[in-house]
């Protein structure tokens, strides 16, 4: 889970998974500036602290915590935005053996209106089918709430440390031929103010580094 400046929603967010099933819970605290790493740490995740800024840069470092006897990693946001009750819906196709990497696509009827910005969602729609005209593959969304067999996770080998963390999940899945599930979920408004998509200057960031994780992989084998 990266976390920047959550204290707030982590107090929401880590309750409802602590209740999902036993597992371990690590939180990639971005060099948040207010309580978000003592509120995890009272609230039973592991925290590790990444001063690099950067989504991915977050989830790197809390990947490097994952313990070796972890099969399914569950990559979620902590501004309470997801849908933890369907959880369940994107672990088990990995569980049973009939997925690879599940994504929870944010385009339910039952998305809260104003959840997403009019930039996400035109980013969405250009990232996708981009990925579509040149791997084929029809994603319906770019959504951070995914599961990925850990396995699978060591093997695509992400590099990405900015915002083009998911585009490169769901490229490299294609390239690796793993086997890929989509299931629509309720998306909410998050608790507090977006660093990415509220604001200009943070879509701006985040449609850069997308088209450019986009354009770095579009001529590789």
């Not at 099969?71 to 997925?99: K, M, N, T």
Request: net charge positive; hydrophobic share 45%; aromatic share 8%.
């Amino acid at each position: 889970m990266p976390a920047l400046n959550e204290e707030a929603s982590l107090r929401v967010v880590l309750p409802q998974i602590a209740a999902l099933a036993p597992g371990q819970v690590i939180v990639g605290d971005n060099a948040s500036t207010d309580d978000t790493a003592n509120v995890a740490r009272s609230l039973g995740a592991e925290v590790v602290h990444e001063p690099q800024r950067g989504y991915g840069a977050a989830c790197w470092a809390a990947m490097g915590r994952i313990r070796p006897d972890i099969d399914v990693v569950l990559f979620v946001d902590a501004d309470a935005s997801d849908d933890l009750s369907r959880a369940h819906e994107l672990v088990e196709p990995i569980l049973r053996g009939e997925a690879d990497l599940v994504i929870a696509t944010r385009d339910a009827p039952t998305v809260e209106a104003g959840a997403l910005s009019p930039q996400q969602r035109f980013g969405n729609w250009l990232a996708t089918r981009l990925i579509r005209l040149r791997w084929g593959y029809s994603f319906r969304d770019l959504g951070p709430f995914r599961a990925i067999r850990r396995s699978s996770l060591d093997a695509i080998a992400m590099r990405d440390r900015a915002f083009g963390w998911t585009v490169e999940m769901q490229i490299r899945a294609l390239q690796e031929g793993l086997r890929v599930r989509q299931v629509s979920v309720h998306y909410r408004r998050r608790i507090g103010q977006s660093k990415i998509g509220g604001t200009i200057r943070g879509s701006f960031k985040a449609g850069y580094w997308i088209l450019s994780t986009i354009g770095r992989h579009w001529f590789r084998r």
